[in-house]
């Protein structure tokens, strides 16, 4: 009997130290949806550094101390608003407090300096792209101009909604605002507003392998090419 006490309590123990390891440190993170196309396909997992900009307590989601805040271009995973259920959500940021920002024909305007939209002849980032979603619909892009690295995004070839959209934002205090990559198909701040910086839980860094429903498959498929995978931002 003490033998299977002591057994349990090293296994209550191991399992108490995964969970505040995920909470404190890293945490892994199945992308559900194609908002982050091509950048983050469906079925990607990636790894979330949680100490990016600061310390949280264990099992609170509670940042206690901050030595740093995002920067445009992070891809951050976070709490999502009352309006998507606050489920846990992955987006780009785009602007930062005191930012002002104009959306107008589907290309950003951050604090007077235009993004650069590139539209791009090589489409193999859109191979197996997952969830039901087909190269031939889109219009790939590279963004750059207001972060760190140049990025893909995403157009829909016919009717396009971003090609329709005029909107202008000024960031508030310790607010951010967040965009999806697949521009025609992400639920963002363009649609629910900003984003509290203390909701974020951590920036992704890597893929560490992606898997994808293939047709006529009851077994998911591996996307090789992607194992342990940087994501530059």
Do not use: C
């Amino acid at each position: 009997m003490n033998r299977l006490i002591n057994e349990l309590k090293s296994i209550l123990f191991i399992v108490t130290a995964i969970f505040i390891f995920r909470s404190t440190f890293l945490n892994w993170y199945v992308i559900p949806t194609g908002s982050l196309l091509p950048t983050l396909k469906i079925g990607d997992h990636v790894v979330v550094n949680k100490l990016s900009y600061g310390i949280m307590l264990p099992f609170m989601q509670t940042r206690i101390f901050s030595w740093s805040q995002p920067d445009r271009g992070d891809i951050v995973v976070f709490q999502g608003p009352e309006s998507e259920n606050q489920l846990t959500l992955i987006k780009r940021v785009v602007g930062l407090p005191g930012d002002k920002i104009t959306f107008a024909n589907g290309i950003l305007t951050i604090n007077g300096v235009l993004a650069k939209q590139e539209l791009q002849i090589d489409r193999t980032p859109l191979e197996n792209l997952g969830g039901g979603e087909t190269a031939d619909s889109f219009n790939l892009f590279v963004e750059s101009g207001f972060s760190k690295y140049p990025h893909y995004i995403l157009k829909r070839k016919w009717n396009s909604l971003t090609d329709a959209e005029t909107q202008t934002w000024v960031v508030p205090p310790n607010k951010l605002l967040v965009l999806g990559d697949n521009r025609d198909n992400s639920s963002d701040g363009r649609f629910w507003g900003f984003m509290d910086q203390d909701r974020i839980y951590g920036r992704a860094f890597l893929i560490s392998y992606s898997t994808y429903d293939k047709e006529g498959s009851f077994l998911p498929s591996f996307r090789n090419e992607r194992w342990f995978q940087p994501i530059k931002n």
